[in-house]
């Protein structure tokens, strides 16, 4: 090999060099550098070549150019390990990066124990039960399944009276054929109540009841009611209208009020309807109040002497009054919802607006 030849080979080394450190360089990803170690340091390289074809020079040149591929390598092997280690640490990086992502998505998307909340008229029975609260009420509970007793004849309706088609009852198969019902409405609570507590008595009621009806935009056969029981001396009439405009500026706003139309219920005289205001149109009328501006929410009346002398209460002595609202139909009013129906149905999409 003569001079020329060993600086030919000299350039021959450094560019094989230069374009493999350029190659090695270029990997964005360890799987990418393995590719390019492969390439340019693997058997099939231009270095491998360069190696092989060292056989055919004298071994003074021959020498010389092996010890410059031979450092060219190992300089490039030096390359490839930093590269390595560069790569790994960012790709760890990243994989950090990712599960901390990842952590967010499952925090603020995906989490699977989102939190609940009461249902709407639970909310609703709260709400009532803290208005009556406030105005000097107690709040009593009663069972959901009743004797006929309970549901109907201490009421003031004996078997085979007429008003008993005001309830289209549910019977339960217990004990004698129709003697036992899901209540009907919350006033067999003011029997238990007025059984086991001597007036004065100034409680509220509530809880579910059950109407064998099939159901429309206003009614549920599943429903809830919020019974009213006052029993003092000197009570009247006065005072329970008095009492429910008193609920119903609390509860719905100043500008909602009430009014009572005479109706008949067997367990009070006289009786009432209590309308409000309705709620979607102030008055003015519309489709849901069927244009009278007036919304239908509760039944009321003095307490009748019968219902007295039921549970051993000197009629003479203490005068008091009773209504009865739907629960359901308050937050219907309050939150303008067009069909009760969909207070049923769990519909999360309805429910998590409240
Ligand atoms: N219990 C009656 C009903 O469900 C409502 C009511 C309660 C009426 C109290 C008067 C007094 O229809």
New binding site residues.
């Given amino acids: 090999m003569t001079v020329g030849e060993t600086e030919a080979m000299d350039g021959v080394a450094a560019r094989l060099e230069r374009d493999a450190a350029a190659a090695i360089r270029a990997a964005e990803t360890t799987e990418a550098l393995a590719d390019a170690v492969t390439a340019v340091l693997g058997k099939r390289s231009a270095l491998a070549r360069a190696h092989r074809d060292l056989a055919g020079l004298d071994p003074n040149a021959r020498r010389e150019a092996g010890r410059m591929l031979h450092d060219a390598r190992q300089r490039l092997e030096e390359l490839v390990a930093a590269r390595r280690e560069e790569l790994a640490a960012s790709e760890r990086r990243a994989m950090l990066e990712g599960d901390r992502l990842d952590l967010t998505e499952v925090t603020t998307v995906a989490s699977p124990i989102a939190r609940g909340h009461l249902h709407l008229v639970d909310q609703t029975q709260r709400a009532l039960e803290d208005v009556f609260v406030a105005m000097g009420f107690t709040v009593a509970e009663g069972p959901e399944s009743e004797t006929d007793w309970y549901n109907f004849e201490a009421?003031n309706i004996p078997p085979a009276h007429p008003a008993r088609s005001?309830?289209d009852t549910f019977y339960l198969d217990l004990g004698q054929p129709e003697t036992v019902v899901l209540r009907?409405?919350?006033?067999p609570v003011?029997v238990h109540l007025m059984e086991e507590q001597a007036p004065p008595i100034h409680a509220v009621m509530p809880g579910r009841?059950y109407r064998h009806e099939t159901p429309d935009a206003r009614h549920l056969a599943t429903f809830h009611?919020l019974?009213?029981?006052v029993v003092d001396k000197g009570i009247t009439f006065a005072d329970l209208a008095g009492t429910l405009e008193t609920f119903t500026n609390a509860y719905f706003g100043a500008d909602i009020h009430t009014r009572l139309r005479p109706?008949y219920?067997p367990?009070?005289e006289p009786?009432?309807e209590v309308e409000i205001t309705c709620t979607i149109c102030l008055g003015a009328g519309c489709r849901t109040c069927s244009n009278t501006g007036w919304v239908e929410l509760?039944?009321?009346?003095m307490?009748d002497p019968a219902v007295f002398e039921a549970v051993g209460i000197d009629p003479t002595e203490w005068t008091g009054?009773?209504?009865?609202f739907g629960i359901d139909r308050c937050a219907q009013m309050r939150h303008g919802i067009a069909d009760l129906r969909v207070l049923d149905e769990n519909e999360l999409r309805f429910l998590r607006q409240f």
């Fill in positions: 009421l005001m309830w009907t409405h919350t006033s003011q009841c009611q019974e009213g029981l109706a219920f367990f009070t009786s009432a509760a039944g009321c009346g307490v009054f009773a209504f009865g």
